[in-house]
């Protein structure tokens, strides 16, 4: 079944240690997005790619990073990662990066920094 | 500045008709989205609207109004599995969605 695969579903961290959020898509979008969901909030975007080999910042990037080395994958990493990242983590894909077509989303990681 | 916002709570009756406002400012403006998001789910897509007026699709329509700067999303004959949060977002001249906090629709039998 096509669409965005994200992994872990949900993670418990420590404070201080590194974690690798995956995000993988088969549609063969150019454009992916990295969003943090908190209760009361809408959507905010950390991190964008409009296509491979690109990468830019969203509103929250600090204190995370992220690669595009191919179409598929987009990795977001915490370097060290601190209470305030407790947070609802959703990847999206979007055909293009035009800002005219749905992102579709995974279902996203659910982290507990303690 | 650029700012959206949208009431945080409604309540409707099953198989009544609920109308979710969104109003949002923007220098720059590539259209607006609706997206339906299930407790503890991802959010998924609804509509898009860039040119004013009535975008109908099944039981959901919604409507832009670009010179008020302002959004509805129509719910009719409303099931009990509508009951969800609804989000509106709006692109803006960067091409990125800038999305309201949500509106968290509830159906009563």
């Known amino acids: 079944i096509a669409g965005i695969t994200q992994a872990p579903t949900s993670q418990i961290l420590a404070a201080g240690r590194r974690m690798t959020l995956r995000c993988t898509q088969d549609?063969?979008?150019?454009?992916m997005y990295w969003y943090r969901q908190d209760l009361g909030l809408g959507l905010r975007l950390i991190h964008y790619?409009?296509?491979?080999?690109?990468?830019g910042k969203g509103e929250v990037p600090d204190g995370y990073s992220v690669s595009r080395a191919n179409t598929d994958d987009f990795p977001l990493t915490l370097a060290s990662a601190v209470p305030s990242q407790t947070s609802v983590y959703f990847c999206?894909?979007?055909?293009?990066?035009?800002?005219?077509?749905?992102?579709?989303f995974g279902d996203g990681t659910r982290l507990s920094i303690l | 500045g650029q700012n959206i916002d949208q009431p945080t709570e409604m309540t409707a009756t099953e198989g009544a008709i609920v109308q979710i406002n969104c109003t949002y400012q923007?220098?720059?403006?590539?259209?607006l989205f609706w997206y339906q998001q299930h407790a503890g789910e991802a959010p998924t897509f609804l509509s898009y609207?860039?040119l004013d007026g009535l975008e109908e699709k099944g039981r959901f329509s919604s409507f832009l109004s670009r010179s008020k700067g302002y959004s509805y999303l129509l719910l009719k004959e409303l099931p009990m599995k509508d009951s969800a949060s609804y989000l509106c977002?709006?692109?803006?001249?960067?091409?990125?969605?800038?999305w309201g906090a949500g509106t968290k629709l509830i159906i009563k039998p």
């Open positions: 923007t220098s720059g403006f590539n259209g």
């Open positions: 609207n860039v």
């Open positions: 999206a894909s979007s055909d293009s990066a035009e800002g005219n077509q749905p992102q579709h």
């Open positions: 790619s409009n296509t491979a080999g690109t990468t």
């Open positions: 549609m063969r979008h150019n454009a």
């Open positions: 977002a709006f692109s803006d001249s960067n091409y990125q969605l800038i």
